[in-house]
């Protein structure tokens, strides 16, 4: 679903988390049912997790996922009747840590897919690494760490084409000066994300493909301040699933390339990057799997 309408940025302008509430047209109507949906959905299943931990809790924190450790803190705390977690926070921290690392590796992963369909010779680099590293083996944390091709591939195409490259909106506390820019109290400010990462200041040859810069052993960034290259932000408020997403996409690569000779569709004419909310290759259907024999 698009909202790209200047209706629609102007409201959040405006009204920020509000805007669904004022004069909602039909496709936010459509958004907060969905979410409303997804709420009703996680809190069954919240609900249903804390009566199995009840009943027969994970003792080995190895074998706990994400909502194991929240609802077993959650547990601890009623037996000790201390109420620092809700099940409301329970909810938000277990939606944003499922979407932080959700349409961000997909588009990530697809867009690495495109590259390596539009340049065959790095897919079969890509697959030569993934065959010596993982062959028909299962996809393990060892062998993961191993695909130093694969990750190289990831980070270039963060770089170039980071799926989130517009971050949200930030709201201006107090009138500022930012060098030359003077900044207002109330302004709502979005910050290119991936500006710095394409300027030749930083890079040798910004703009082009080149995933094997990040083999280098020396520093990948020129001038760099700590904060060139940070396709999933920096500082307190950087992505919470960060790690997890770069875990995904580099099973996804290998798992596909391994079984899939990658190829871009003939029939399509033309392929661009367009903004769905993230930057994504378009359209949908641009790219062809063949197995591999």
Not at 64 to 86: A, G, P, R, W
Not at 211 to 235: E, Q, S, T
Request: proline share 3%; glycine share 4%.
């Amino acid at each position: 679903m698009q909202l790209q309408s200047a209706y629609f940025f102007i409201k959040y302008l405006l009204f920020k988390e509000r805007m669904f509430e004022i004069f909602p047209c039909k496709k936010e109507k459509e958004i907060v049912r969905r979410v409303e949906n997804i709420r009703v959905k996680l809190n069954e299943l919240i609900l249903k997790r804390i009566e199995q931990l009840k009943e027969s809790p994970v003792k080995d924190q190895d074998k706990m996922v994400f909502l194991d450790l929240y609802v077993t803190e959650y547990l601890k705390q009623q037996t000790q009747k201390e109420q620092s977690i809700d099940i409301e926070e329970i909810l938000h921290q277990f939606i944003t840590l499922f979407f932080a690392g959700t349409d961000t590796t997909a588009t990530t992963s697809g867009t690495c897919l495109y590259y390596l369909a539009k340049y065959p010779e790095i897919q079969s680099e890509i697959l030569e690494e993934v065959r010596e590293v993982i062959g028909d083996a299962d996809v393990n944390e060892e062998n993961l760490n191993k695909l130093t091709k694969v990750n190289a591939l990831i980070q270039e195409v963060l770089r170039l084409r980071n799926p989130a490259f517009v971050t949200l909106f930030r709201t201006v506390k107090h009138d500022k000066q930012v060098q030359d820019i003077k900044l207002k109290k109330g302004w709502a400010l979005v910050q290119l994300q991936n500006a710095s990462s394409i300027q030749d200041s930083h890079f040798d040859d910004a703009t082009e493909f080149n995933y094997k810069r990040w083999l280098n052993k020396g520093n990948v960034v020129k001038n760099d301040n700590g904060y060139i290259h940070i396709p999933f932000a920096a500082g307190p408020r950087n992505c919470i699933g960060q790690h997890m997403a770069l875990m995904e996409a580099k099973v996804i690569i290998a798992l596909l390339v391994r079984k899939y000779k990658i190829l871009l569709n003939p029939d399509v004419q033309q392929v661009r990057f367009g903004v769905k909310f993230l930057q994504t290759v378009e359209p949908d259907n641009c790219l062809l799997f063949e197995k591999r024999i």
